[in-house]
Structures are given as C-alpha cells and as structure tokens.
C-alpha cells in the first residue's frame, strides 16, 4: 500500500528519509523441519549451523550471510541470551536471510538432541579439540559456534560428538564468532565439493 505524507511526517519517522520511508513486515523464523526439508530437495545432506551465546546481531548477520554462501541448509539460535533477526541482523546479513532458514528455539539442547536422532552428526568449536582440517566433513552435520566470551556453555558442549579447533599462530587466543564460523563452514564446503 503507498500512503502520500507531508515531508514533516516523514521527518518524524525518519531523519534521513530522501522523501520515501518503507515499511516491512518482521522476519519469520523457518521451523526446524523446513531446514531437512531444504536439504532434502537440494538432494543433500543436511548442514546446519547452530549458534550458542551469540549476542551480537551483526556476528548472527555476518554468519547467515557466509552460511548461505557455504551451502548450509539452515541456522539455528536459541530463544534466549542470544541475537536474534533484529533489523540490525538483517542488514549485516546482505540480504542473505531470504535464501536460508534461520530457526529459533526455546531448548538448545533438546534441538541438538532431535538433530542426532535425525542423523547429524554435532561438530563443537572449541579450542581443546581435534585440527579442523584432519576432519572430512561430508555427512548430515551440524556445527555449534560459541560466543567470543563465552564459548560453547558446558552442557551443550558434552552433546557434541566431536570438538574442532582453528589452529592460530600469534598472541590472540580467539577468533570473532562470524569469522571462526566461516571458516569451519568452508571447511564442510571444501569436503563436501572437492575440485576434480
């Protein structure tokens, strides 16, 4: 609907408007079936990718936008104490939330749980863990990234059935949250679409 308005109106609603403001409506979150759903009609494995701790909107946006990229079939974030698909979210994602299913969920934990009895196989970001890069990564996965304070909290790390460390050279001990993300994603791209 387009609803012609005095400038002074526009000013109100917003100060750098070049005399046009649009409305949209809120984003949907997918439920946790289209995500196999997805997979299945691309006729592959499911790969998703589940934040855990993440509150900054622009690392959720940033991840979205890579996991798109990478052939992830969806991501998921807990309810609470984590970003969610604020407008903020949107934006940093480029546009990349209408070409994937981003799934919000009450119960972490149970989530992973129904993902194993489904068939995935649950890789943890975490420092202690096995180098990335001697893992093949080509079945129905899902990785957990963690916040960059935070990590992974403890009981959703024990559901992880394997831990995968970013070796790093220098003296910074982390990786921004987006950045750890994409390149663990890529790594499930690189297995799952090697060069012939």
């Known amino acids: ?6 400038r002074r109106r526009l000013d109100q609603i917003a100060q750098n408007h070049q005399g046009m403001v649009a409305y949209a409506s809120a984003y949907q979150y997918a439920a946790l079936e289209e995500v196999f759903e997805a997979a299945q009609v691309q006729g592959q494995a499911p790969f998703v990718v589940i934040l855990d ?5 622009h690392n959720l946006g940033a991840v979205i936008r ?3 990229c990478a052939g992830a079939h969806g991501v998921i974030v807990p309810m ?6 604020t407008p903020a979210a949107v934006k940093a994602s480029a546009g990349a939330v209408e070409h994937i299913k981003v799934v919000r969920v009450g119960n972490l934990n ?7 009895d489904k068939g995935l196989w649950i890789y943890a970001a975490d420092q202690a863990g096995d180098d990335y890069r001697s893992v093949k990564n080509t079945g129905p996965l ?7 304070g935070e990590g992974i909290s403890a009981l959703t790390l024990k559901m992880c059935d394997h831990r995968l460390k970013i070796p790093m050279a220098g003296e910074i001990g982390s990786l921004n949250a987006s950045v750890a ?7 499930v791209y690189n297995d799952r679409n090697p060069i012939v």
């Open 142 to 148: 899902a990785l957990v990234i963690g916040s960059e």
């Open 80 to 85: 609470h104490r984590a970003a969610g698909l």
């Open 110 to 116: 149970q989530t992973i749980k129904t993902l194993k």
């Open 1 to 6: 609907m387009v609803q012609y308005v005095e």
């Open 181 to 187: 993300a994409g390149i663990l994603m890529y790594a």
């Open 53 to 57: 701790q993440v509150t900054d909107p």
């Open 66 to 68: 890579t996991a798109v």
